[in-house]
């Protein structure tokens, strides 16, 4: 079991930036996969980032490209998110997730474990 603990986001205005960790506890992060996801209100949860249990490949959905980086401290089992050029339209709850799987998923029912997320609410 690996228990996961987001932080970091907030309220910012459009264009500004934030940067959400990912804590881990129960299991090294390094056997993981990792990966954000976001729900806004009304809405499916969809997948933003993800990046491989080594660090050496990562995956964003089209509409945070060039603007959002994943990226992983295995030393401190965290896992980041930096959001730049934020846009009222990022807002959402932001979850981060492990998978235990060889590949790299991209969907939520390939994911086996999850935080309780962090909102993030971006302003005009």
């Known amino acids: 079991q690996v228990q996961l603990v987001e932080s970091g986001g907030g309220l910012v205005q459009a264009g500004g930036s934030l940067r959400l960790s990912c804590a881990a506890s129960?299991?090294?992060?390094?056997?993981?996969?990792m990966g954000w996801f976001r729900q806004a209100p009304g809405k499916e949860r969809e997948f933003v980032a993800a990046i491989s249990w080594t660090g050496g490949n990562t995956y964003y959905a089209d509409s945070v490209k060039g603007r959002f980086t994943i990226s992983r401290d295995n030393a401190k089992n965290t896992v980041y998110l930096q959001m730049n050029s934020l846009k009222p339209e990022d807002t959402a709850v932001y979850y981060c997730?492990?998978?235990?799987?060889?590949?790299?998923?991209?969907?939520?029912?390939?994911?086996?474990?999850w935080g309780q997320g962090t909102q993030v609410t971006v302003s005009s």
């Open positions: 997730a492990a998978d235990s799987g060889y590949s790299v998923p991209r969907r939520t029912d390939e994911y086996d474990y």
């Open positions: 129960g299991r090294t992060l390094s056997m993981y996969n």
